[in-house]
């Protein structure tokens, strides 16, 4: 009896010892001092306590000494930092401190099999890459575009390297007037972008297709496009106007005069709406840069204005027909709907400007005059039945007048005649 008794205690304190081991022991384990201890200092040495809260790294269960080095399970700070802690790399040293886990795949694999091991690589192909190589630490490192340690993932919305926050992060330095001062080129590139219908279409219209600086440029490889990589770059978004362009006139010959090809009529970074005042002869017309009155290629940019304006015209017309129509209570949604037909048409018309060729241009407006023909002619009957419904009622409301009156004149005559009659 007493024997089991004790052995029941004995079970039991082993049990409370056991647990109280184990319960220090993930004490112990948890504990990382570098925190610990960093989150009791102040300013630069405890900042990076406070964003490392959202950094992906910390998500990702890895911790300050997976990147400065040291000890973390030590609480005494020569201990911690012991042989194996790096400290602060230098600037010049960034990319590659990075890297030394970004490029490396096997690590990488065994926490995200799908992402990207080449930012390095490209890195060096870029201009920042080349700058640094050079000794310039003026230049983006992983660190100006990802920031050190509230680093997020790239797809995520609060990241610097998110659609919309990107032209920030890249012009901290690019708009900055005093920071590169001692650079050649400008730094009007955000302002101008934020002008631009690609700015319009992704902050305006929350379009997330619209190109920001790095879909032009590149993440890692940022580089200004080259001749050929520019047509590559707008291309890859506008392919219809791109290969029109490849087969025009205009393909070989801005080739050999190495200008770039969509930037010619279009900038880069401050890309405004297109309008149907670029075509032609007149004063916003981009033609005239190039081509002087008398040519062959002058003729023919006027010729094409005086084709799409008379397309629009006409289609104006039979809008206001239908409009007309409408007003007067008849029933033109089926012409309406062919209206559509013909403006899809329109703005085929003016995509297909980039082929540059007159006998195209009057092909495609040929097909649609048939159309707005056809709209016209709608609408033109609508009136006229319109008008005949308003003559009919004229006619209808004359006779109905004459009735009543000689309605009128007989019930008068039987009244009069009555009297004689009544007994
Ligand atoms: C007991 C407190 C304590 C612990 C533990 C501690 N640090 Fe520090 N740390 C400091 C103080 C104080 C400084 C500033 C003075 C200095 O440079 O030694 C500092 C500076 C740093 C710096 C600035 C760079 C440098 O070398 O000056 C880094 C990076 C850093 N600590 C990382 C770590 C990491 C990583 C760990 C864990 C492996 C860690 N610390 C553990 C107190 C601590
Ligand atoms: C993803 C790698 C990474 C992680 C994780 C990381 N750091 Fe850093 N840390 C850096 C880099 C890179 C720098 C240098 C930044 C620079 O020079 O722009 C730095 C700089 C610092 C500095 C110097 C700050 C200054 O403004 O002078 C301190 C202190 C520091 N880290 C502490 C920590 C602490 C504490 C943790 C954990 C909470 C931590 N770091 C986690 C990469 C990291
Ligand atoms: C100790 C290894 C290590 C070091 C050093 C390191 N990282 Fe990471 N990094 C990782 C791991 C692991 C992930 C998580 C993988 C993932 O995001 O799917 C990650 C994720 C990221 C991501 C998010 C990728 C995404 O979109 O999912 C970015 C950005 C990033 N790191 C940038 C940096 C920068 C900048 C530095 C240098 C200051 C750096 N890393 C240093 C290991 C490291
Ligand atoms: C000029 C700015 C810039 C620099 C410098 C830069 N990055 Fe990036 N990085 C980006 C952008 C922008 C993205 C987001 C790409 C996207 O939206 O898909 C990105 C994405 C990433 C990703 C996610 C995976 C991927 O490749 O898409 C990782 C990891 C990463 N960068 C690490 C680094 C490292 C490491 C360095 C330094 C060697 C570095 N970055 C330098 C701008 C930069
Ligand atoms: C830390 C500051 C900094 C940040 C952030 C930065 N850059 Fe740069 N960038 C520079 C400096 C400095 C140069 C060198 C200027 C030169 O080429 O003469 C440069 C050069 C360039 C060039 C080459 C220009 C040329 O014609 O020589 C391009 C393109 C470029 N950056 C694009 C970007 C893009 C896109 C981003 C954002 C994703 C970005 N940069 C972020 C500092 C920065
Ligand atoms: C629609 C594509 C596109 C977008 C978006 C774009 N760029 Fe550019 N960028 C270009 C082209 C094209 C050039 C011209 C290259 C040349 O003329 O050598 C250029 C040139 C540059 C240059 C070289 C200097 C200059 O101004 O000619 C820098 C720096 C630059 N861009 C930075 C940026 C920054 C920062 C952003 C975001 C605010 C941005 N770019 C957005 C296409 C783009
Ligand atoms: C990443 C995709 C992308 C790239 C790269 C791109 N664009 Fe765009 N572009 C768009 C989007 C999206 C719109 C907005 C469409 C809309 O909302 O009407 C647009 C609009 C335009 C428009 C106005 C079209 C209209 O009908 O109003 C022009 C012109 C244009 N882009 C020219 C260019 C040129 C030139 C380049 C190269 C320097 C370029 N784009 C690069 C996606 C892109
Ligand atoms: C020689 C001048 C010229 C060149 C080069 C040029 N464009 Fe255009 N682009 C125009 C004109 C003119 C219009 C306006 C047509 C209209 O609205 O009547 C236009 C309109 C556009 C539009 C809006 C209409 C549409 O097509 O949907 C886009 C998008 C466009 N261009 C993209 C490009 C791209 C991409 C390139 C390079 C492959 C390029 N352009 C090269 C002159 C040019
Ligand atoms: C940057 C200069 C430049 C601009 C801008 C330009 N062109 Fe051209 N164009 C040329 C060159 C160079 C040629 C080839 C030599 C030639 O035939 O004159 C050419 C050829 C042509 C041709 C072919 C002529 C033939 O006989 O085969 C036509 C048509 C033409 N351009 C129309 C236009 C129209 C329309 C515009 C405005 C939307 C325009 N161009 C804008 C430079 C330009």
């Not at 001092?33 to 990702?60: G, S, W």
């Not at 981009?286 to 289609?315: G, M, N, W």
Request: aromatic fraction near 8%.
């Amino acid at each position: 009896m007493k024997t089991q008794k004790m052995e029941k205690i004995i079970n039991l304190l082993s049990i409370f010892a056991l647990a109280i081991f184990f319960f220090n022991l993930s004490l112990h384990a948890q504990k990382d001092y570098c925190i610990e201890c960093h989150q009791e200092l102040e300013d630069e040495l405890l900042a990076p306590v406070e964003t490392f809260k959202m950094d992906i790294h910390q998500q990702f269960g890895l911790s300050c000494a997976d990147c400065h080095g040291g000890n973390p399970s030590e609480e005494d700070i020569d201990l911690a930092k012991d042989k194996t802690f790096k400290g602060i790399p230098q600037r010049s040293q960034i990319p590659e401190f990075c890297a030394s886990c970004h490029s490396n795949s096997s690590y990488i694999r065994r926490f995200n099999p799908s992402l990207r091991v080449d930012q390095l690589d490209l890195y060096w192909t870029s201009e920042h890459g080349h700058l640094l190589k050079k000794g310039d630490t003026k230049v983006a490192l992983c660190t100006d575009c990802h920031a050190t340690h509230g680093i997020q993932a790239a797809a995520h919305p609060k990241s610097w390297t998110f659609p919309w926050n990107i032209p920030e992060t890249c012009s901290r330095c690019h708009s900055d007037k005093d920071y590169m001062k001692d650079y050649k080129i400008s730094t009007s590139q955000l302002d101008d972008y934020k002008e631009s219908v690609h700015a319009h279409a992704l902050f305006e219209k929350k379009d997330l297709s619209a190109p920001v600086c790095n879909d032009c440029h590149g993440n890692h490889g940022a580089s200004p496009p080259e001749v050929t990589s520019i047509a590559f770059v707008c291309r890859q978004c506008h392919p219809s106007a791109g290969e029109l362009f490849s087969q025009s006139p205009h393909k070989k010959a801005f080739d050999e005069m190495g200008l770039y090809e969509c930037e010619v009529c279009h900038g880069n970074h401050k890309i405004l709406p297109p309008s149907d005042e670029m075509l032609g002869t007149g004063e916003k017309a981009v033609c005239t840069q190039c081509h002087e009155p008398d040519s062959e290629p002058y003729q023919i940019a006027s010729r094409i204005k005086e084709k799409l304006d008379e397309f629009i015209q006409k289609i104006q017309i039979a809008e206001n027909l239908l409009e007309r129509a409408d007003r007067q209570g008849v029933e033109v949604s089926e012409p309406k709907f062919r209206l559509i037909e013909a403006n899809t048409m329109l703005v085929m018309v003016r995509n297909l400007t980039h082929s540059f060729s007159l006998p195209e241009i009057e092909e495609k407006v040929a097909d649609g005059e048939k159309v707005v023909a056809e709209v016209t002619r709608a609408g033109e009957d609508a009136l006229r039945e319109a008008k005949f419904r308003k003559t009919g009622l004229i006619i209808a409301t004359c006779f109905i007048f004459l009735l009543s009156i000689a309605l009128f004149l007989k019930i008068k005559q039987i009244t009069r005649r009555a009297p004689y009659e009544s007994p």
